[in-house]
């Protein structure tokens, strides 16, 4: 039947979402977690700031120091720190190594300090916690320029340069420029005069960061953080979900250590050479960063130099939020590192729900008001589809005593061909068809698992509240408790999220209005539909209610409009006493020889006749 079609493909969903929660269940966080990020590294942050901006005025460029060996220039204690700053980013980078340290966001707050309405941008990198430096053979030692004195060069309040040198024409040099008003750092290294003592092959760049907790649920920030690249086949990435390595096969484009909403990327001029070496490892349940960090994320990538006699090679480095649009300017496929999807749903995304929903916030409304207009123009656009269901769910109502009057006639399980038979002539004659509720709900797929990637990845939902929602990128919660019970706090969490029992709500009374005319299951073994989907609504508390509140949001406004468009078709568009006697008169038609078999349904009555011939011969 077409109800029981439709109930089959809304279980078909839940059971793909259902499966899809389990595997990447994650364990529920505490909000001190988040909060203890910004407690281990404000007070350091703060003073480091200060001492960086006194530092930018009084720096003077030194004399490079001729070195006998690498050695000399080793630095146990921290360094002299600069400033590279504009409107949107600052970037503290120490003498140390010549590195980039403390990364920080002006125009944006981890979740801490937005929840307790503190004005303090958002750190994406620490200092202590980040490495980026040279690796290569020399006189027969292995250099590592993390720990060696770089001198600074020339300074501006966008430039800087910085040089480590065994000569005036040997040396390593470090060129940092920051564009204005851009999340990006252009990164240029020259090695000068080490053609005879340094192969080019050998040298690398080593790049291992800590990277910060930034957003409320820190295990659904580590579920979509790891790290990405791109090759010559697109966009790859590792495992999410557990410690990955791999080595690449191919030149590689850029590389990314991305997290939930931002990203820290290096694009180089042109691409490292294969053989690069990329690893993302969680930490461990109880250990010491898990409570600040995200996860370490790895990268040793091969320069491809020709020579060290005069070798240049130029990066952009790009700290920012992980927003679609901007990250689709560079022209570099940075966009597919947010995740909407694959293959058809990714389209949708692209090509449907995000340019509907890009143009309304255009039109200076808020998120909340957004998702619920989108919804709206959503379900019209679908009305067509929703139409087409009803009337086949409203044919199969209407036959529904005709159906159970068979299934009596027929109760053995000898007679279960003849009683098909029996049904396919029903609906050939009635016009109705057990399958054309079927197509209608497969058009909708792609749409609901489209949303499903489009709002947890959504940049704009970020610390954007509506009604009781504090931050539609996260759960919303109405009742909260510290303490652990145990497998329902790993299931469940510790909190109680109000757009996710909304949803389940209005998904019961829809799976109610819809499953009204099941029939009841005849053989021995099979299971009641109505149980299953009955059970479905309530399975959907335990696995939304960490996600994003957006996402349930949008599933509750669906849901609720889908309800309102029946009961409109119902009382507007089709009067089920008119399509009662039409197929009534359509079926009296049939039975005097006046109507004409479609060929699908003449092909089903000859493979049935044939099956049932087969089954005489047996017996």
Known sequence: MADKNTIIGISLI?????AFNFINRPSQEEIEKAKAQKEQVVENNEASTNKSKDTVKQVKPKTNTKLTDFADAYMSEAGQEFVLENEKIRIHINERGGRVGDVFLKNYKSYSAFVDSKDEPLQLMSANNNINELTFEYQGKKVHTRNLRFEIQEQ???KLVLRISKGEDKYIEYTYELSKNSYHLTYNINIVGFDKEVKPEDVALHWTADLLL????????RMVSTVFYHDDKGYQYLNEGRESHERTEKATNWVSFKQAYFSSILIPDTPFASGSLLGVK???KGEAKERSFVKNYQAVMNLGLNNTSNANRSFTWYFGPNDYELLKTYDKELEYSVNLGWGIFRWVNVYGIQPIFN???KMGMGVGIAILLLTIIIKLLLAPITWKMYVSSAKMRILKPQIDELTAKFPKQEDAMKKQMEMMSLYRESGASPLSGCLPMLLQMPILFAVFRFF??????RQQGFLWAED???YDEIVRWSTEVPIL?????????LFTLLMSVTTLVYTHYNSANMQQPTQPGMPNMKVIMYFFPFMMIFFFNSFASGLSYYYFISTLVSILLMLGIKQFFVDEEKLKAKMAAKQANNANGKGKKSKFQERLENLQKAQQEKLKGKK
């Open 14 to 18: 839940a059971i793909i979402l259902i």
């Open 156 to 158: 501006t309040n966008d």
């Open 214 to 221: 930034t957003e409320k649920a820190a295990s659904q920030e």
């Open 282 to 284: 969680p930490y461990e």
């Open 359 to 361: 143009f309304l916030l």
């Open 456 to 461: 947890p990845s959504s940049f704009a939902l």
């Open 472 to 474: 539609l990128s996260s």
């Open 489 to 497: 706090s790993s299931i469940y969490g510790n909190h109680i999220s």
